[in-house]
Nanobody
Framework: QVQLVESGGGLVQVGGSLRLSCVGS????????MGWFRQAPGKEREFVAT????????YYAESVKGRFTISRDNPKSTVYLQMNTLKPEDTAVYLC?????????????????WGQGTQVTVSS
């Protein structure tokens, strides 16, 4: 079992930046590919970004490409999401997830473990 805890969310103005963190515990963090998803009220969970076990491969949703950067620090068991040039439509609860197959997945179903999420609100 892997426990995931997100932090770093908050209220930010349009054009601002935030860095989200997700700390894992319970299993060897480097065994898992990691993903970030988001969910706005009344909407389905949406893929944001994913990163391979080593960090050598990343993949982004088109809506965040060029603005968001996913990275990881395996010795610290942490994955990050740097979010720049934030827009009101980025407002959502952001969740991190761990995938023990290590694959690059853009849908929620392959991910085995999920955090509780952190709220990001972008005000205009």
């Amino acid at each position: 079992q892997v426990q995931l805890v997100e932090s770093g969310g908050g209220l930010v103005q349009v054009g601002g930046s935030l860095r989200l963190s997700c700390v894992g515990s319970g299993r060897t963090f480097s065994n898992y590919a990691m993903g970030w998803f988001r969910q706005a009220p009344g909407k389905e969970r949406e893929f944001v970004a994913t990163i391979s076990r080593s960090g050598g491969t990343t993949y982004y949703a088109e809506s965040v490409k060029g603005r968001f950067t996913i990275s990881r620090d395996n010795p610290k068991s942490t994955v990050y999401l740097q979010m720049n040039t934030l827009k009101p439509e980025d407002t959502a609860v952001y969740l991190c997830a761990a995938d023990r197959t290590g694959g690059i997945h853009t849908t929620p179903s392959p991910y085995d473990y999920w955090g509780q999420g952190t709220q990001v609100t972008v005000s205009s």
